[in-house]
């Protein structure tokens, strides 16, 4: 029996493995946590224990214990959810559109198929379908752009909440050099963006990200605009793209002739600090890449998408090196896969480019707590820490035979974990858990 006075306790047996801090390029072993036979304990959601289960039970009241609802996963890996720094919803049905570079792959692919949001039908539809997606490949909370359309982001909100999501979305602001059925004004900007911060920021676990799409589509006075929302409540957040082209880069300057660098665009309007992410990030002068961790300014690591689209590669180590957060991140429709698993083989093929390889427990970090603290929820979320929100995936690393025979069945963790992101995706994936609660098994 259990009433909504009863706390509801849940123990989770398996391979545990989360993070304290960022590994860094040797896998230091005092940024995590492995118990091969450990435990959760979770109370109304949230992780009351972790540990060794020979220790946890000790510590858990034996008639809890008795009482709890008890997920065995004796064998798998039990990791935090994964999370998904930078990605677009109604993107989805254009994964995988041939043959362009960025500004021809917007206007011949993106835009089209953004246009068909005014539907409220299509947003309700698609955003569905994504959500399911994600927690079938293990992804747990993203930053998540809708469209221009106001309807766009309440189809989204709607889907998150339906799965009590730690989610974030935003209206795309756009007011210019983008076809006329998807531009706002600034004045449709405020007043969308002001009634659905507060109709969704903070209702449950949703939060709203101010989204102007990137420098080239919003006007002065409209980037203005974002960066005065930006401040305008303390836990806004703020999503967009940064140098991802060399041909969108020059468009910038030409854009934009008073500022320094496109950094310095974003900069002049108020909208770099905490909780701030900008994707790709490939090309940027030092002063850039200083200026973004000085602000507190997030990277989103895309390599699937900087792949695909042949944008260029996003040199990880350095950013981390200068002290900008990094998250990992699909990119979907840009991005070819809705799996950080497969991303991350991507991201350590993009590290092996720099000469300065990925290594497998820095990679599951970026994958978790590393997207965490990119996005400033590693308060709520990202790993087992007492009084976090117990969302977790469920991995199998034997999940196909190539790593079946890869890894015999045995191999130590490191191993195991490098494997799994260069022959595995999203077939390891056993179950997602949100809040405790079963929200995806294979
Ligand atoms: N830059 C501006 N908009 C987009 C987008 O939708 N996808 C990517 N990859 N880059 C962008
Ligand atoms: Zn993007």
Same mark, same amino acid.
């Given at each position: 029996?259990?009433?909504?006075?009863?706390?509801?306790?849940?123990?989770?047996?398996?391979?545990?493995?989360?993070?304290?801090?960022?590994? !860094?390029?040797?896998?230091?072993?005092?940024?995590?946590?492995?118990?091969?036979?450990?435990?959760?304990?979770?109370?109304?959601?949230?992780?009351?224990? #972790?540990?060794?289960?020979?220790?946890?039970? %000790?510590?858990?009241? *034996?008639? #809890?214990? =008795?009482?709890?609802? #008890?997920?065995?996963?004796?064998?798998?890996?039990?990791? $935090?959810?994964?999370?998904?720094?930078?990605?677009?919803?109604?993107?989805?049905?254009?994964?995988?559109?041939? !043959?362009?570079?960025?500004?021809?792959?917007?206007?011949?692919?993106?835009?089209?198929?953004?246009?068909?949001?005014?539907?409220? %039908?299509? !947003?309700?539809?698609? *955003?569905?379908?994504? #959500?399911?997606?994600?927690?079938?490949?293990?992804?747990?909370?993203?930053?998540?752009? @809708?469209?221009?359309?106001?309807?766009?982001?309440?189809?989204?909100?709607?889907?998150?909440?339906?799965?009590?999501?730690?989610?974030?979305?935003?209206?795309?602001?756009?007011?210019?050099? *983008?076809?006329?059925?998807?531009?706002?004004?600034?004045?449709?900007? /405020?007043?969308?963006?002001?009634?659905?911060?507060?109709?969704?920021?903070?209702?449950?676990?949703?939060?709203?990200?101010?989204?102007?799409?990137?420098?080239?589509?919003?006007?002065?006075?409209?980037?203005? &605009?974002?960066?005065? &929302?930006?401040? @305008?409540?303390?836990?806004?957040?703020?999503?967009?793209?940064?140098?991802?082209?060399?041909?969108?880069?020059?468009?910038?300057?030409?854009?934009?002739?008073? +500022?320094?660098?496109?950094?310095?665009?974003?900069?002049?309007?108020?909208?770099? =600090?905490?909780?701030?992410?900008?994707?790709?990030?490939?090309?940027?002068?030092?002063?850039?890449?200083?200026?973004?961790? @000085?602000? =507190? @300014?997030?990277?989103?690591? +895309?390599?699937?998408?900087?792949?695909?689209?042949?944008?260029?590669?996003?040199?990880? $180590? %350095?950013?981390?090196?200068?002290?900008?957060?990094?998250?990992?991140?699909?990119?979907?429709?840009?991005?070819?896969?809705?799996?950080?698993?497969?991303?991350?083989?991507?991201?350590?093929?993009?590290?092996?480019?720099?000469?300065?390889?990925?290594?497998?427990?820095?990679?599951?970090?970026?994958?978790? &707590?590393?997207?965490?603290?990119?996005?400033?929820?590693?308060?709520?979320?990202?790993?087992?820490?007492?009084?976090?929100?117990?969302?977790?995936?469920?991995?199998?690393?034997?999940?196909?035979?190539?790593?079946?025979?890869?890894?015999?069945?045995? /191999?130590?963790?490191?191993?195991?974990?490098?494997?799994?992101?260069?022959? !595995?995706?999203?077939?390891?994936?056993?179950?997602?858990?949100?809040?405790?609660?079963?929200?995806?098994?294979?």
């Amino acid at each position: 029996m259990n009433d909504s006075t009863t706390p509801r306790h849940q123990l989770v047996l398996g391979q545990i493995l989360h993070f304290l801090s960022d590994p !860094g390029e040797h896998d230091a072993a005092d940024s995590y946590q492995y118990f091969p036979d450990g435990a959760l304990w979770i109370v109304d959601g949230h992780i009351a224990d #972790v540990g060794a289960w020979q220790d946890l039970q %000790a510590r858990i009241p *034996a008639a #809890v214990r =008795g009482a709890a609802e #008890v997920f065995d996963y004796t064998g798998k890996l039990v990791l $935090p959810g994964l999370i998904d720094t930078h990605c677009h919803y109604p993107q989805s049905g254009i994964i995988a559109s041939f !043959g362009r570079q960025l500004l021809d792959w917007l206007n011949d692919y993106t835009f089209p198929a953004e246009a068909a949001f005014s539907d409220p %039908a299509v !947003g309700a539809a698609t *955003a569905d379908y994504f #959500v399911e997606r994600m927690l079938a490949h293990g992804t747990t909370t993203a930053s998540v752009f @809708s469209t221009v359309h106001p309807e766009s982001v309440d189809a989204f909100m709607a889907s998150a909440k339906k799965h009590h999501l730690r989610m974030l979305t935003g209206k795309v602001m756009m007011d210019r050099h *983008a076809p006329a059925n998807l531009m706002d004004t600034v004045a449709d900007a /405020e007043r969308d963006c002001l009634a659905l911060i507060e109709r969704w920021h903070g209702q449950g676990r949703l939060r709203y990200s101010i989204t102007p799409r990137f420098a080239p589509t919003s006007s002065p006075a409209q980037l203005a &605009l974002a960066g005065e &929302l930006y401040h @305008s409540l303390p836990d806004l957040h703020v999503q967009s793209h940064l140098a991802e082209n060399p041909d969108e880069i020059a468009w910038v300057g030409e854009l934009f002739p008073h +500022c320094r660098d496109y950094l310095d665009v974003y900069s002049h309007y108020g909208l770099l =600090g905490p909780r701030t992410i900008y994707g790709h990030c490939i090309h940027l002068a030092p002063v850039e890449i200083e200026e973004m961790a @000085s602000t =507190g @300014s997030a990277a989103a690591f +895309c390599p699937t998408s900087n792949l695909f689209l042949g944008s260029g590669f996003f040199n990880h $180590p %350095a950013a981390s090196d200068a002290g900008i957060r990094v998250g990992l991140a699909t990119d979907v429709g840009g991005g070819t896969s809705f799996s950080l698993i497969r991303t991350l083989g991507e991201a350590y093929k993009v590290s092996q480019l720099h000469q300065r390889p990925l290594p497998p427990l820095r990679a599951w970090f970026l994958a978790t &707590l590393g997207g965490a603290q990119a996005l400033y929820l590693e308060k709520f979320i990202g790993n087992f820490m007492p009084g976090k929100e117990a969302d977790f995936v469920v991995l199998d690393p034997c999940a196909t035979p190539e790593l079946d025979f890869r890894l015999k069945g045995g /191999e130590g963790l490191a191993e195991r974990l490098f494997a799994m992101m260069i022959l !595995g995706d999203e077939r390891c994936v056993k179950a997602t858990h949100i809040m405790g609660k079963l929200a995806f098994q294979s």
